[in-house]
C-alpha cells in the first residue's frame, strides 16, 4: 500500500518554472514505477511523465518532452516534477501515480493516486 500526496502546484506566468513534488508512505517506496498525469477542465485524464523505480529511465508526452523533467529521490520517498518553459495550456491537475513494475502511460497501469495539485499558467 502507498500513500500518495502532491505539493508544489500554484500560479506562474506563462515561460516561468515550477516544480511539484509528491511524497509517498511506505517503505517499498524504492520498487514503485511512478506516473505523472493531469487532467485540465472538461478533459480526459492525460499522461505527462513517468518514472522507474530506480530513477534510469524516464518517458515523456510529447507536449511536455524537452521542457518537464522528472527524477525522485528514494532516500525521501520523493518524486518530482520540474517544470519548465510552462504555457497556459500547461494549466491544469497535476497527478502523481505509482504502480509496481515496468513505467507505463496508461491510466489503468498505476494502482495508487494522489489527490492532485492544482498548476495554473497565466498568459
Known amino acids: 500500500q502507498v500513500h500518495l500526496v502532491e505539493f508544489g502546484g500554484g500560479l506562474v506566468q506563462a515561460g516561468g518554472s515550477l516544480r511539484v513534488s509528491c511524497a509517498a508512505s511506505?517503505?517499498?517506496?524504492?520498487?514503485?514505477?511512478m506516473g505523472w498525469f493531469r487532467q485540465a477542465p472538461g478533459k480526459e485524464r492525460e499522461f505527462v511523465a513517468a518514472?522507474?523505480?530506480?530513477?534510469?529511465?524516464?518517458y515523456y508526452a510529447d507536449s511536455v518532452k524537452g521542457r518537464f523533467t522528472s527524477s525522485r529521490d528514494n532516500a525521501k520517498n520523493t518524486v518530482y516534477l520540474q517544470m519548465n518553459s510552462l504555457k497556459p495550456e500547461d494549466t491544469a491537475v497535476h497527478y502523481c501515480?505509482?504502480?509496481?513494475?515496468?513505467?507505463?502511460?496508461?491510466?489503468?497501469?498505476?494502482?495508487?493516486w494522489g489527490q492532485g495539485t492544482q498548476v495554473t499558467v497565466s498568459s
Open positions: 501515480a505509482a504502480r509496481t513494475g515496468r513505467v507505463g502511460a496508461g491510466r489503468d497501469e498505476y494502482d495508487y
Open positions: 511506505g517503505r517499498t517506496f524504492s520498487s514503485y514505477a
Open positions: 518514472i522507474s523505480w530506480s530513477g534510469g529511465s524516464t
